[in-house]
């Protein structure tokens, strides 16, 4: 069924006059702003991740129940990434970005002034809402107000904003959980977001908002939010349920594969679908975003998995093992603009698979850690991996979008940003649920090739200092310690896979034709 004919109504944003298209000073106010909303909003992924002891304890619950706060802000943020094409279309991106940049900056303030789960929760899920949209509108946003031959630019500010936000997150709510209230997780969001939303605001005031009049298509949204909701929380509470042998797992499971099932049919062949998914017949389109969200997925669950090693492992408190990933940003910084000025020079898709294949080089450099490795051998690959990782995320965005027609950009921008966003959901489930099954198995292992106990046993008693029972705990403790440094190296292995995967992948896509611009597919 051919989508209906759509009645595109244009106008200037606050203003009975359209304005000059921005130059100098103003345009590069207005990118820092969108570049430092999307970074919010990814920051408040991870930065309360760390911070869920401290503020389970504060309100006086379990830390498997303060893991609601992850899951609460991860299925709302799922559950809207998609419908921002809508919302552009609907609304105008600039009012959708601005809208969404304010309400994140109020309910962060009622998140910090929460005083029990519940209220928490609610704001979380809030907070996801509101977040969700940033993201793919941020992208958008950047790329129709630079010019065409600054597409680079545009697609340099938006991968740094966003990777920058998982790294420097887990280190900041270390950071402040160890020295200041919890609260400030959110209220640090407060503030930024006024002066970003109004300065937004006074610079964009005249600009063209492009809008379309269209029926908001609800059963595609009554079952967008039960298969993305039903499979979010899958993900994140089945390893607290032993996964599939719970019956609630089970049921979470059904209503994901049916709604999902459900959803495909319903919106390829409703007239005004609220997620349009017919872009995916666009190849390249399909290659990229698998190319991204496999290796996106690997590369987010190397940072899920490294903090929680070198904590219950290493001994590092939170802020330590923020540390030990934040350095990844620092070279990262430094390649970005070289990385994005050879995108226009070199096949992007041969430096996204160099990218790739160095990330899973600097993971299967992990392979050789030990639990005595010291602090600046476990910090040396995550900093050579900054390069890699622009070389990675720059072009890869880039790709995405120039391969779709420039009516076509907001919805492809809002799917792409949603497949990264599962990619990141559904690698933090499953690196924390092998890594934990690969613990028992070695465990198991070592124990049963421990012939010699008894004679251990012994010796560490023969001095005297310590007894029968302290000279088990001893063993144990080593068990313990060698099964979950083996454990991490097998994750490090399968990690180091999947970037190989994902780096083949790419060349699937036909070569582009030209430099990277947003004018329409260059494929």
């Not at 597409?151 to 938006?158: E, W």
């Amino acid at each position: 069924m051919a989508l209906a004919k759509e009645q595109h109504i244009e106008k200037p944003f606050l203003s009975d006059k359209p304005a000059n298209p921005l130059t100098g000073l103003s345009l590069g106010i207005v990118c820092f702003f969108i570049g430092f909303g999307n970074f919010l909003v990814v920051l408040d992924s991870t930065i309360a991740n760390v911070s869920i002891p401290t503020i389970s304890g504060n309100l006086g619950v379990s830390a498997t129940q303060g893991t609601w706060l992850i899951t609460s802000y991860a299925v709302a943020e799922a559950i809207t990434v998609p419908l921002t094409g809508w919302l552009s279309k609907t609304f105008g991106s600039i009012k959708v970005f601005i809208t969404c940049y304010f309400a994140f900056g109020l309910i962060s303030l009622f998140c910090g002034m929460a005083t029990s789960l519940n209220m928490l929760i609610l704001g979380r899920v809030l907070l996801g809402l509101a977040g969700g949209p940033i993201m793919p509108s941020a992208q958008t946003l950047l790329i129709r107000i630079l010019p065409n031959d600054k597409v680079t630019l545009a697609n340099v500010i938006f991968a740094m904003t966003t990777l920058i936000g998982p790294i420097i997150g887990p280190t900041l709510g270390g950071i402040i959980c160890d020295n200041y209230h919890w609260g400030w997780i959110f209220y640090i969001n407060v503030f930024m977001s006024a002066i970003g939303g109004v300065s937004l605001i006074i610079f964009l005031r005249g600009q063209i908002v492009t809008t379309v009049k269209a029926n908001i298509d609800k059963i595609g949204l009554f079952l967008l939010i039960v298969w993305v909701g039903s499979l979010q929380i899958m993900l994140d509470e089945g390893r607290n349920h032993d996964w599939f042998a719970a019956d609630e797992i089970k049921i979470l499971a059904i209503m994901a594969i049916v709604g999902f099932i459900a959803f495909l049919i319903w919106e390829l062949t409703d007239e005004n679908p609220i997620v349009n998914l017919r872009i995916f017949k666009n190849r390249p389109f399909v290659i990229y975003s698998l190319t991204h969200s496999l290796a996106f997925g690997a590369f987010f669950a190397t940072i899920v998995i490294l903090p929680l090693w070198l904590q219950e492992n290493m001994g590092y408190t939170a802020t330590w093992a923020g540390y030990a990933a934040s350095v990844m940003g620092i070279l990262a910084m430094i390649f970005a603009p070289i990385v994005g000025k050879s995108a226009d020079k070199i096949d992007p898709r041969l430096i996204v698979c160099i990218g790739i294949l160095g990330l899973g080089s600097m993971t299967f450099w992990r392979v050789n850690f030990t639990s005595q490795i010291p602090f600046f051998d476990v910090i040396l690959p995550t900093f050579l991996s900054g390069p890699f990782m622009v070389m990675f995320f720059i072009p890869i965005n880039a790709l995405a979008l120039s391969c779709v027609s420039s009516k076509e950009t907001a919805d492809a921008a809002g799917l792409y940003n949603f497949m990264r966003t599962m990619a990141g959901a559904i690698a933090t489930a499953l690196v924390q649920t092998s890594w934990d099954h690969a613990e028992r198995i070695n465990q198991t292992e070592i124990v049963g090739a421990m012939k010699n106990t008894n004679y251990a046993i012994s010796q560490i008693t023969s001095s005297g200092a310590i007894n029968h029972e302290g000279a088990i705990a001893i063993i144990g403790r080593l068990v313990g310690e060698q099964s979950l440094m083996l454990a991490t190296i097998d994750v490090f292995l399968h990690i180091t896979v999947i970037f190989i995967i994902a780096a083949m992948i790419i060349w699937f896509a036909p070569k582009p034709k030209g430099p990277l611009v947003l004018d329409g597919p260059t494929h």
